[in-house]
């Protein structure tokens, strides 16, 4: 049988839908590997964010609630010499802690937590040891303390020696735009943490990464065994800050402490230095 040949459109035609299907069938199949490639990247981030937190469930040297269930004031002392770690974009910036400062709850009238009175902004103070505790002053700098046992009882971080990442901790605080300006020298490794709200600009530490967050289970955030700091290397003296005559006595308690000799101490008490 005679096979009709067929007319100048109807090859036209065919090859249209030829070339329709076959663009198709490449759209489809690029969809299919944008699809699959998004898939993988949400997959490599899943498993970076379980590997992250299985490093610090499986990590021998970071801290428990047990070391952060001690009265503010053994805690405050305790936390000298412990090493504070925090993930910056996947870099690991970590600084031993040399300084503190205990408020010790109801009782003390220089805490946020005075007369036992829990807000939304204290509220970390009455949660568990080991939560983190973050308030602003000044409308721009932030603060970092770690509840203890007691009602609304916790330690400012205040002096931190850093360690790992120092020139990422560099680069945070300059970023901050609060620090060293182009006429200025560059900020030393001293001057990076010296200061509650210095160490809270050089780790990236703000309210919304940081307030009632706890130590023994956050993936980006924790403390770990440091050295220990024999009783008589630390400085016990009154706090800074608290001159307030609304305080009371309570603004010349002996509730900070510091590590003597560490230059990463934001301010000496060289009278409480020479009478140790």
């Known amino acids: 049988m005679t096979q009709k040949r067929k007319s100048s459109k109807e090859k036209l035609s065919d090859s249209v839908t030829s070339k329709y299907f076959r663009l198709s069938s490449e ?16 997959k490599d981030e899943r498993e970076e964010h379980q590997a992250e937190k299985a490093i610090v469930k499986s990590n021998p040297k970071c801290l428990d609630t047990y070391f952060f269930a001690k009265s503010c004031q053994e805690l405050a002392k305790s936390l000298l010499g412990q090493i504070f770690v925090k993930i910056d974009n996947g870099k690991r910036l970590s600084g031993r802690i040399v300084e503190t400062e ?3 709850g109801g009782e003390d009238k220089a805490s946020h937590s005075c007369g036992n009175k829990q807000t939304n902004r204290n509220k970390a103070m009455f949660m568990a040891p080991g939560t983190v505790y973050v308030y602003n002053i000044y409308g ?19 002096g931190i020696q850093p360690i790992d990442g120092i020139e990422q901790l560099r680069s945070n605080r300059i970023a901050s735009g609060k620090s060293a300006t182009p006429s200025k020298k560059p900020l030393k490794d001293k001057d990076l943490c010296n200061g509650p709200s210095k160490l809270c600009q050089s780790f990236k530490v703000n309210k919304s990464n940081g307030d009632q967050q706890n130590l023994t289970d956050c993936d980006y955030m924790w ?3 440091g050295d220990d700091v024999p009783n008589s290397d630390i400085v016990t003296c009154s706090r800074i800050g608290v001159n307030n005559p609304e305080f009371g006595d309570w603004s010349t308690k002996a ?21 140790m």
Do not use: P, Q, W
């Open 27 to 42: 759209s489809k199949t690029d969809e299919d590997n944008e699809r699959k490639t998004k898939n993988d990247d949400s």
């Open 102 to 104: 205990a408020y010790i």
């Open 140 to 158: 721009m700098y932030c603060c970092i303390n770690i509840s203890s046992k007691g009602e609304g009882a916790a330690v400012l971080i205040r």
């Open 223 to 225: 403390l770990e065994k």
């Open 255 to 275: 509730l900070r402490y510091y590590i003597v000799g560490n230059a990463c101490v934001s301010v000496r008490d060289k009278t409480a230095e020479a009478n």
